[in-house]
């Protein structure tokens, strides 16, 4: 057996186990921006003692998805309107630069493989029972997609921390809309038809405008809540 067979086969650290998996959670909104995480209720949950659970914090602080706030312990990291402001333009700049190197680089089946993703966008938009947590599950599968095709690791490696940064959470303030979900496909389906005639800059353009898109919706539904403040 050799190093890299011997290294597979041991064990990961409960402390990076509990780390990934409550990243994953506050990705996913099972954790909302402001909300406290015990040590005590994380370690009931997973069955395991307490100092692993507070590693697993301490990572997570490192990455910037939660911070110590006293007298209240651990809590998910509540961007003001203008760090979510800031996310979203650079996230915005990374999603443009993702769709023009999948323009670039993407192989003909990569591209038809694209299609159901539009799709699946395009019919959930016009269905009211839709909740924005369904749609957002739809949206992000199609960036998923794309970003795994781009073929640049260090774009995917930033793409995804700003992507786990509550950013779902404010994406479905963005698509609580019908109004705003048909916009969306409106500039999906031109992105769509870019990629396809291989037109890598006029796609990354839309890419861009989509996302800018969502984030002037996510500061307008931002404001119509004044009064939502962290738990």
């Not at 780390?19 to 402001?34: D, N, S, T, W």
């Not at 038809?112 to 369904?134: G, H, K, M, N, W």
């Not at 957002?136 to 995804?160: D, P, Y």
């Not at 291989?198 to 307008?220: C, F, I």
């Amino acid at each position: 057996m050799d190093d890299t067979e011997r290294k597979s086969r041991v064990p990961e650290p409960l402390a990076h186990f509990l780390a990934r998996e409550l990243a994953r959670a506050i990705e996913l909104g099972e954790y909302k921006p402001g909300q406290r995480m015990g040590e005590a209720e994380i370690a009931a949950r997973y069955g395991v003692s307490r100092a692993p659970v507070r590693e697993a914090l301490r990572m997570l602080t490192r990455d910037e998805l939660v911070v110590q706030r006293p007298r209240r312990g651990t809590v998910v990291v509540h961007l003001s309107p203008a760090e979510i402001s800031e996310m979203f333009e650079l996230r915005s700049a990374l999603y443009a630069a993702v769709v023009r190197l999948f323009v670039r680089r993407a192989l003909p089946g990569e591209l038809q493989a694209y299609l159901p993703f539009v799709r699946r966008i395009e019919v959930l938009a016009d269905d009211p029972s839709v909740t924005p947590a369904q749609f957002v599950e739809s949206t992000q599968a199609a960036s998923a997609f794309l970003l795994a095709h781009c073929g640049n690791g260090r774009l995917q490696k930033a793409f995804r921390k700003l992507t786990s940064q509550s950013y779902r959470y404010y994406a479905m303030m963005a698509h609580s809309t019908i109004a705003h979900r048909k916009l969306l496909v409106g500039f999906a389906k031109d992105m769509l038809a870019a990629i396809m005639a291989g037109e890598a800059e006029r796609a990354s353009d839309l890419a861009w405008r989509l996302h800018e898109s969502n984030h002037a919706a996510a500061l307008a539904a931002i404001a119509a809540r004044p009064g939502d403040e962290p738990q």
